[in-house]
């Protein structure tokens, strides 16, 4: 099996290059549906791989996290993936959840000089990551990640049937109303936070 995966992760870099720029947030937003679940997984997976769950938090890719969690929810759900592997990919989404109460909500990816954890100092959030690691390790989780891009790509690129036409935009807009909900809330909660500093200036 080719890499289309990785395929996608280079397509959306290539572009990013070309006006650099442009936010993390802003090429995620420019995605379609396909290129967003192959970069989050891929900064995931690279990121936890290259230097623990630590370093996802860390380099910002963290602040994606509820992004995460609804991909990894997605290949759960999906009926490609093999039953045998849901029980990990449960496990999984529920370390990354737990991990990502430690972790401040609302921020934007700053890369490496961010200040991403809630309570850095306690160390806390930081010993949860590394507790992660060993058992990410031993899974086998890129090969299921390569097989959801594969499958999710072939289902967008294939002979559109009225039917399945119908199946996809309603999958799209229900995909795209769940990411302005997030970021109406995202909006809000950055308000209140400038209302707050507001206030305490006065």
């Known amino acids: 099996m080719e890499s ?19 936010p993390y947030e802003t090429v995620l937003m420019r995605c379609n549906q396909v290129e967003f679940a192959a970069v989050l997984l891929g900064n ?9 769950f630590q370093q996802w938090v860390d380099n910002g890719y963290a602040t994606q996290g509820r ?13 490609s993936t093999p039953s045998n592997k849901i029980d990990a990919l ?31 100092r306690s160390k806390s959030g930081a010993a949860f990551a590394s507790e992660q690691d060993d058992w ?3 899974q086998d989780f ?5 097989c959801y891009i594969h499958e999710i790509d072939k289902e967008l690129a294939a002979p559109q049937l009225e039917i399945r036409v119908e199946k ?9 109303d769940r990411r302005l909900r997030s ?20």
């Open 4 to 22: 289309v995966w990785q395929d996608h992760m280079n397509a959306v870099y290539t572009k990013w290059q070309q006006n650099t720029k442009l």
């Open 44 to 52: 995931f997976n690279n990121q936890v791989c290259n230097g623990g």
């Open 67 to 79: 992004y995460v969690l609804r991909i990894l929810k997605d290949i759960i759900q999906h009926p």
């Open 90 to 120: 449960e496990s999984l989404y529920k370390r990354v959840q737990k991990l990502l109460k430690y972790v401040k909500p609302g921020l934007k990816n700053k890369g490496f000089c961010g200040d991403y954890w809630k309570d850095r």
């Open 136 to 138: 990410y390790y031993e």
């Open 142 to 146: 890129e090969e299921l990640f390569e």
């Open 168 to 176: 996809h935009y309603c999958h799209e807009a229900r995909f795209l």
């Open 183 to 202: 970021l109406r809330a995202d909006f809000e909660f950055q308000l209140v936070n400038i209302r707050s500093s507001c206030k305490a200036s006065d």
